[in-house]
């Protein structure tokens, strides 16, 4: 991990160099290769466990299947290129009704605050992509080279044939990894059986060969080899996150006042901490939880199951790390500073505690906020028709006179069906008495009413004439409303204009 070098400039004379005619030191040192120990605990455990239902949800959902009629794509989870759709199950959404992906982002945006507000960097933690695929590629390296120590070692050896054999072997494992992961993210975006047909048998785009390349060759450098560069230096979110955190979050703390003063365990006066350096060598970014809060740790807790196990063999309770509220430790510190010296802390610091608040004005407000946009997504989803109608009026002529007196404006219409079926509607008008329309290029029905038909998922567009005869009294501008109607007489859409005409 790359830091800014500790040791204070020295000033450099005209040639560059300093007064003993070295030169200056760098202002950043160069990366310092993080090797995590692997680590078994509850914590792990549950990390295990999130990942595989990640990789499971990932992997498996293009396959899901979803019947949505003859000619349709029967994915339930696709964002149709060629359609322009995006489908999710029964949903569909059109590119006009980009609000509804605004929704989904703001709702997953919110709800990231909720969660932070609660629990720290959880997220970052456990389900981030890039801490997900990053703890699989550790997986496979470890597989392959050994734990912590061990590829240390190999690192350190001169380059020989075993030693090539078992990077080869790593790169390889981790290439088809992220080709695995590259071609499951185009999945989502063409019906999966038929991008894998065509990908394996020579038959894809180009486009398609071009973006699993490109998202092939992100997820091998950045889970294989910038890692915690990225959730360092990339990532937007250690930036603010902490605005999300108050005194009731619950972080991935070290308990000071129990460990501290550190030494060794048959020193009397010292705390739980025996500088062991164990919740260091698992941390996947390389840092010490004993430094207090940090930009570069990812909430992941892993340090917690190291320390638990040092404890356990020691004799000693678990917790020293642990997620903690920071009101705790501010409480417990305060509880354990008047002890006297070789007093037991543990006691009095576990007594200081208080259960997490987790409803309180910041939670309350992040949740009021999910409800207002959950409810207004559903709202116009439920309200939202099969069929909408769009009217532009003619800007020149402006309007048109008759030879007979009349007034004429011309229109042009554009029906959208969005349905599972076709549909044949007719064209109402909604008009003061006496004006009357004609539609061009539409068949009549029997009552002399034209016809609109529309083909499934399809857009139609047709011209209408509306006139008001001369012996009707029509002022310089008259609304209007044009409706379009089913068989049984329902309205499917309706959309206002106005009627325009000369001044008095």
Known sequence: ????????????????????????????????????????????????????????????????????????????????????????????????????????????????????????????????????????????????????????????????????????????????????????????????????????????????????????????????????????????????????????????????????????????????????????????TGIDIRDGQQLECIGCALCADACDDVMHRLGRPGGLIAFETLGNLAAATAATAALPPGAARRDPGMAARRPMRAIRPRTLLYGAVMLVVAAAMGTALLLRADQDLAVLRDRAPVYVRLSDGGIRNGYTLKLGNRGTGEAVLHLELDAPPGFFFVVQDAEPDTEGRPLLPLQRDGIGQWRVLVTAPAWVRAHDSTDIRFRVVDEAGRTAASAASVFLGPRP
């Open 1 to 284: 991990m790359s830091r800014i070098d500790p040791r204070p400039p020295v000033a450099a004379g005209a040639d560059g160099h300093d007064g003993a005619g070295q030169s200056p030191a760098p202002l950043y040192a160069t990366r310092q290769k993080v090797y995590p120990r692997a680590v078994h605990g509850p914590v792990r455990r549950a990390k295990w466990a999130v990942l595989v239902a990640c990789l499971a949800l990932y992997y498996l959902v293009p396959w899901l299947r979803w019947n949505r009629g003859p000619g349709m794509p029967d994915q339930a989870v696709l964002a149709d290129i060629r359609q322009a759709r995006l489908f999710l199950g029964p949903i569909e959404i059109l590119p006009q009704e980009v609000y509804f992906i605004t929704g989904l982002l703001i709702l997953g945006a919110v709800g990231l605050f909720a969660v932070t507000s609660l629990y720290g960097r959880v997220w970052c933690g456990f389900t981030c992509p890039q801490t997900v695929w990053t703890d699989l590629f550790m997986w496979v390296e470890r597989r392959i080279e050994g734990d912590r120590n061990a590829r240390m070692k190999l690192d350190a050896q001169p380059l020989s044939a075993g030693k090539a054999l078992r990077k080869v072997a790593k790169h390889a494992a981790w290439l088809l990894i992220a080709l695995l992961t590259g071609g499951a993210w185009i999945m989502y975006f063409i019906d999966a059986p038929t991008v894998v047909r065509e990908f394996f048998s020579g038959r894809a785009s180009a486009e398609t060969y071009l973006f699993v390349g490109l998202f092939t060759f992100t997820t091998y450098l950045l889970a294989g080899w910038a890692r915690e560069q990225v959730c360092t230096y990339m990532c937007p979110w250690p930036r603010f996150q902490a605005a999300m955190l108050d005194e009731n979050s619950l972080v991935v703390s070290y308990r000071a006042w129990r460990g501290e003063p550190q030494g060794k365990p048959s020193q009397p006066g010292v705390g739980d901490c025996v500088n062991c350096h164990a919740c260091v060598h698992v941390c996947p």
